[in-house]
């Protein structure tokens, strides 16, 4: 089964671009839509955006303005940016792949958790 | 923008049936999926595409929907089954999940 392993820094200053990586193991990014999620602590799941293995991408249109993702299909990674970050954006970031016949997500990296702080 | 609601919190006794609710407009014509979400873990799919189970999901949860509601059904509540809860969708252009509901077993 696949396997996805979010890295970046835990620890962003305001303003400032929070950058994280989502590493691929067990399969090819090849073929598959891949996405970021997020959850503010105790609180509900929010999409960031999807990236599929050709670099096409579709972004939640309330951080559109902020967001932008990448994919290295040659690492097996794909990439999440958002700058001007606010204390708004702490949260457990997630990435997760798309089904390949669907719209779920059955596949999840464990999370990461991005503070926005001075 | 399209919303789903799902309630803030149900409640259900020990080895009773559990039901909880996702509105939205028109919800039907959509593939809607739920998720469990156990504190400091990541959400695992319970149902995708409104009533399918993934493999090792026991059969004691089951989604359905009619109208503008999609219900995701669990059977028989165990303790182990107190979780939040997300109903999901994609409307063609984003991504919408449910604000999620919090599942107490009494």
């Known amino acids: 089964q696949v396997q996805l392993q979010e890295s970046g820094p835990g620890l962003v200053k305001p303003s400032e671009t929070l950058s994280l990586t989502c590493t691929v193991s067990?399969?090819?990014?090849?073929?598959?839509?891949w996405s970021w999620i997020r959850q503010p602590p105790e609180k509900g799941l929010e999409w960031i955006g999807n990236?599929?293995?050709?670099?096409?991408?579709n972004y939640n249109p309330s951080l559109k303005s902020r967001v932008a993702m990448s994919v290295d299909t040659a690492k097996n990674q794909f990439s999440l940016t958002l700058s001007s970050v606010s204390a708004a954006d702490t949260a457990v970031y997630y990435c997760?792949?798309?089904?390949?016949?669907?719209?779920?997500?059955?596949?999840w990296g464990q999370g990461t958790l991005v503070t926005v702080s001075s | 923008s399209y919303e789903l609601t799902q309630p803030l919190s149900v409640s259900v006794a020990l080895g009773q049936t559990a039901r909880i609710t996702c509105g939205g407009d028109?919800?039907?014509?959509?593939?809607v999926h739920w998720y469990q979400q156990k504190p400091g873990q990541a959400p695992v799919l319970v149902i995708y595409?409104?009533?399918n189970r993934p493999s090792g999901i026991p059969e004691r949860f089951s989604g359905s929907h009619s109208g503008n509601t999609a219900t995701l059904t669990i059977s028989r509540a165990q303790a182990g089954d107190e979780a939040d809860f997300y109903c999901?969708?994609?409307?063609?252009?984003?991504?919408?999940f449910g604000g999620g509901t919090k599942l107490t077993v009494l």
């Open positions: 067990g399969g090819s990014i090849s073929g598959y839509s």
């Open positions: 997760a792949r798309r089904a390949p016949s669907g719209s779920w997500y059955r596949d």
């Open positions: 999901h969708l994609w409307d063609g252009s984003t991504v919408v």
């Open positions: 595409r409104d009533n």
């Open positions: 028109n919800i039907g014509s959509n593939d």
């Open positions: 990236i599929d293995y050709s670099g096409s991408t």
